[in-house]
């Protein structure tokens, strides 16, 4: 077996070459041409919004496979989820056809959906976006997301269902199966960014607080209370991350 990115693939059984993918994988390898027949029943399937892989043993054309893809399990209330959170713009990147990337977005009311994407069409509209908005997340499980993660301002893989690849591009990780802790995700890493920004004004307004008081006499046995207590208060308030939950 042999995996040819974003195309399909292609093995060997009795002792012929096989080959099941896209329209275009045919157009790429040796052989004969697609026929009309085979061509017209593409069309057909792609038109009802299925994903289309055709298959040839040697030079022979077998017929047509239409799957049909589903979205995950919660993806509709993840995306509620993270418009309550105040992201407003979500785009699904697919390498499946236009016509199913489009039903899926208006299925699960997603912003937008670019369908038809090989791993290095994902790469450039990232940089694009990147370029337009300042800071993007990209979300993938698979080795074809990759490369966008990497090129992301964060990238988080889904960690039980993701490839290796995936997960070590990825910046954050998700170790459950499930979309629906995205939006937690997201929520805790706004509010550690929060406490960690209070910590820093509180230890730091306090450093400056103490040199000039023990200039001006302040004895050093307070200053150390004041130091230490500062220092109580930052873990404290860092501790605060523990309780953090999901908001209904």
Do not use: C
Not at 51 to 80: F, K
């Amino acid at each position: 077996m042999e995996s040819i990115t974003g195309q399909g693939v292609r093995g060997r059984f009795g002792g012929e070459d096989v080959f099941i993918g896209k329209l275009k994988l045919f157009e790429t390898v040796p052989g004969g041409p697609v026929p009309e027949q085979v061509r017209g029943e593409v069309e057909r399937l792609s038109s009802s919004g299925r994903t289309v892989m055709v298959v040839r043993s040697g030079e022979t054309y077998l017929g047509v496979i239409g799957l049909q893809d589903t979205p995950r399990e919660g993806a509709a209330e993840v995306i509620a989820a993270l418009r309550r959170l105040g992201v407003k713009r979500m785009i699904m990147l697919s390498g499946d056809n236009q016509g199913v990337a489009d039903a899926i977005a208006a299925k699960l009311g997603l912003t937008d959906a670019r369908g038809g994407l090989m791993p290095e069409d994902k790469v450039a509209f990232i940089k694009t976006l990147r370029e337009q908005a300042g800071g993007v997340a990209m979300v993938g499980d698979g080795v074809n997301d990759a490369p966008a993660m990497a090129n992301a301002t964060v990238g988080i893989a889904m960690g039980a269902a993701g490839s290796d690849v995936a997960l070590e591009t990825a910046d954050v990780a998700l170790m459950a199966d499930d979309l629906r802790r995205l939006p937690f995700a997201v929520s805790l890493s706004r509010q550690t960014s929060a406490i960690i920004k209070q910590n820093l004004l509180v230890s730091l307004g306090m450093v400056a607080f103490l040199i000039p008081a023990t200039i001006f006499g302040l004895k050093i046995g307070a200053a150390v209370v004041f130091h230490e207590g500062s220092t109580l208060l930052v873990v404290f308030n860092a501790l605060r991350l523990l309780g953090h939950r999901d908001k209904p």
